[in-house]
């Protein structure tokens, strides 16, 4: 287990240690908050229609609604500006902008990101804008098995970066390549619903070349702004000292994090343990041309952090951090839960020592090529509901917003483990509550509830909280 400080930090005391500069934001995902998947001529996602098929969503909903946000996107940014954010990191509905997968861009669907971009520059708050989250055009038929697949994202950078460059501060390639592997391909927990174990890899490259191709055509299309790519990063834990848990750990972390990591930021991939035989051996056999597309110079690496992993050697019952799946059962590796440690509404570990060492990674595995960092997601859900006196009082996320930023502060700080990384902002995951994915409405990570049938909102205790970091920040200036 990993050791967590206990000393809870004030929001002064928080606010003196954040870096000249520092940026606090939310974040949000596009199919997540949305709904209005008919508006204009916005075309089917391949998670609309996962969420059509048959027991795919835990409560049988779907992306037709959600938090509503495509009608009520000027209250957002209305609760963003009394938050007193510095940025909001959304992303592209891919379908909404260029519907079918091919084209130009959609008048309608431009229209609308350029309505929210206009909004966010009148409330003074910096766009950071995310290409792809996980919403392909169903028209691409095997998805990110398919390499092309790759040019269609890097085609979509090029005219999104044409259209919006001049008022985007930030740009994300990709968001999460591992989970859209492990859940998408592998597992068959998210869209489109494949559980090919080690037969999704293709899809790690693929992605990886859209993130190399998606640079390469906002840099010709001269966009302004900044470039990088969000990772999720989860520090991995052997359940002993036993050199099976051992192996397992180090094959968890090559799947899950270097594989991801090592290409974008050193050009190569991992070299895979010889017990693997030659489940891994395409990665061998990447051209080198591929490495140098995906290898490209970035302005920041946006890291996501939730949880740290315990791994040991031997198939289990088939549990993941998001969900159940048979396929988990013919892997050579568990994932544990980790005794005596609390957890969120998903069941996922409360360690923000895992936050420490996922940043203490970063920096002794890619100290001076890794770019300046954001935070891009860093959150929790837990079963907030509204109180008879109309308030949220989550304080579990409170507590677990704070000390999760404090302990990454404290990493990244003259004399900490990570001392040296560059941390340059955090962005809460999420701004409000919306659709988990496979977990539908039932769980809720927001800074503000939202009532799913009226579509209300109202600020959480924690959405409070933030707002006193960011004014002590202000005052201590
Ligand atoms: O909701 C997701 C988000 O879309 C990607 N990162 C993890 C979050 C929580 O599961």
Do not use: C
């Not at 928080?14 to 508006?39: D, K, M, N, S, Y």
């Amino acid at each position: 287990m990993l050791a967590d400080a206990t000393a809870a930090a004030t929001p002064h005391a928080l606010a003196r240690a954040l870096p000249e500069g520092f940026v606090l934001g939310t974040a949000t995902a596009a199919a997540q908050i949305e709904g209005a998947t008919t508006a204009g001529d916005r075309t089917s996602s391949v998670w609309d229609r996962f969420a059509a098929e048959p027991d795919r969503i835990i409560d049988g909903s779907d992306t037709s609604r959600t938090a509503d946000h495509y009608h009520r996107f000027a209250e957002d940014i209305g609760l963003m500006r009394e938050l007193g954010a510095d940025a909001y990191r959304f992303s592209f509905s891919w379908t909404r902008v260029q519907p079918g997968g091919s084209g130009g861009l959609s008048r309608e669907g431009a229209d609308f990101y350029d309505r929210l971009l206009d909004r966010l520059h009148s409330a003074g708050i910096r766009p950071f804008a995310t290409i792809s989250h996980w919403d392909l055009p169903v028209e691409y038929p095997q998805g990110w098995l398919d390499r092309d697949t790759a040019q269609r994202l890097g085609d979509l950078a090029g005219l999104l970066g044409e259209r919006f460059g001049d008022r985007i501060d930030s740009w994300i390639t990709i968001n999460e390549p591992a989970t859209v592997t492990l859940n998408g391909y592998a597992l068959g927990l998210h869209a489109p619903g494949h559980s090919l174990l080690f037969d999704a890899l293709p899809t790690v490259h693929h992605q990886l070349l859209g993130h190399g191709l998606a640079v390469q055509a906002l840099r010709a299309a001269g966009v302004p702004g900044r470039i990088g790519i969000t990772n999720t990063h989860s520090p991995v834990i052997p359940a002993s000292d036993s050199p099976e848990d051992h192996a397992m750990a180090a094959l968890f972390d090559l799947v899950h994090n270097r594989i991801y990591a090592d290409p974008v930021l050193l050009g190569r991939y991992p070299e895979a343990p010889d017990f693997l035989g030659d489940a891994l051996a395409a990665f061998d056999e990447v051209p080198s041309e591929d490495l140098a597309q995906i290898h490209q110079p970035l302005d920041f690496y946006g890291l996501n952090y939730y949880m740290p992993t315990l791994v040991a050697a031997g198939a289990g019952e088939g549990e993941s951090p998001d969900g159940t799946s048979a396929a988990m059962a013919d892997l050579p590796f568990r994932l544990l839960a980790f005794e005596g440690v609390p957890t969120t509404g998903f069941g996922w570990p409360i360690q923000p020592a895992g936050f420490a060492r996922a940043l203490t990674e970063m920096q002794e595995r890619y100290g001076d090529v890794l770019p300046p960092v954001y935070i891009t997601e860093n959150g929790a859900s837990f079963p907030d509901e509204v109180g008879p006196d109309g308030t949220v009082d989550d304080t579990e996320r409170v507590a677990f917003l704070r000390d999760h930023l404090a302990a990454a502060l404290a990493a990244v700080a003259p004399g900490g483990p990570a001392e040296g990384l560059d941390l340059r902002g955090w962005f809460v995951w999420s701004l409000m509550d919306n659709w988990e994915w496979a977990a539908g409405f039932t769980q809720r990570f927001g800074l503000v509830h939202v009532d799913f049938t009226t579509g209300e909102r109202t600020p959480k205790s924690s959405f409070r909280w933030l707002q006193q970091l960011i004014a002590a920040r202000a005052e201590a200036r």
